[in-house]
């Protein structure tokens, strides 16, 4: 596949589901950026779900250019993130508000009040959630919801386990979550042991999910959500149910599939 190629692949009977495949890491953001840009315009007001980690970077500086361009407009965007860490201090480097600041809210034109980012210091977190929840409802609910994956199968913070939790609430991070996210502190100690994080149900109730994924690393994890079982010990298998949801991924996320392969 040449690199600025994307190739649109059958996931047989799952007729929600969508699944891309891109060439280049490149080519992969361009296209959730395209989708994203598309979806924000289709509205005059617009609630946008958004993630953070390396893989949607891309899409951010696809979307920021977009908008320089005045090709997208964000001035009646509002922006629900995932998670956040916690404790953690909005103004650390390592927060998600941080991250969300510096890859994208100040290079577009959004009002920054209408950006929305768990409180990573709150006191009380129980109470923290669900104002959360309660604000996502009131404002009518996320009309696209941008998810990345974790190499476990997670999305957001919603680590395997027994149960899909449905709300937003804390969760102990696995010793996976916290080995794959060391690569972005100084060391593995300094990564928060907790999180605030949307429950599945906020993720399932989005009208429109967009997933990027990009590495090996990602494969084993796509090929769950896509081609497994329905498990909680999957997370993101459950966007199997979902009636609108586009899985966009480079040919190494992507390698593990069935679908992929036969072709």
């Given at each position: ?30 296209k959730?950026?395209t ?62 508000r ?26 009380d977190?129980?109470?923290?959630c ?36 449905w ?97």
């Amino acid at each position: 596949m040449r690199e600025n190629e994307v190739k649109a692949y059958c996931n047989g009977k799952k007729s929600g589901v969508r699944v891309f495949v891109a060439g280049s890491y490149e080519a992969l953001s361009k296209k959730a950026a395209t989708i994203v840009a598309g979806a924000v315009s289709s509205k005059p007001t617009f609630m946008l779900g958004l993630a953070t980690g390396t893989s949607p970077l891309g899409l951010y500086s696809n979307l920021a250019q977009l908008c320089d361009e005045g090709r997208v407009d964000f001035s009646n965007v509002t922006t629900y993130n995932l998670d956040e860490y916690y404790p953690i201090d909005p103004e650390n480097d390592q927060s998600y508000r941080y991250f969300m600041n510096k890859n994208l809210f100040h290079k577009i034109n959004i009002d920054i009040n209408k950006t929305h980012v768990l409180n990573g210091k709150a006191s009380d977190w129980e109470k923290e959630c669900s104002a959360y929840d309660a604000a996502i409802e009131a404002a009518g609910g996320i009309d696209l919801q941008v998810l990345g994956i974790g190499n476990n199968g997670h999305i957001g913070f919603n680590e395997p386990g027994d149960t899909f939790i449905w709300g937003t609430h804390r969760v102990e991070l696995t010793e996976s979550t916290i080995e794959a996210n060391s690569r972005l502190f100084n060391s593995k100690d300094e990564v928060p042991r907790a999180a605030l994080s949307m429950g599945i149900g906020n993720i399932m109730t989005a009208k429109q999910i967009v997933l990027v994924a990009n590495g090996a690393a990602k494969a084993q994890a796509i090929k769950g959500a896509l081609e497994g079982e329905i498990t909680p010990w999957c997370q993101a298998s459950i966007l199997q149910l979902h009636p609108n949801v586009t899985f966009i991924l480079d040919e190494e996320a992507a390698g593990a599939l069935e679908v992929y392969k036969a072709v």
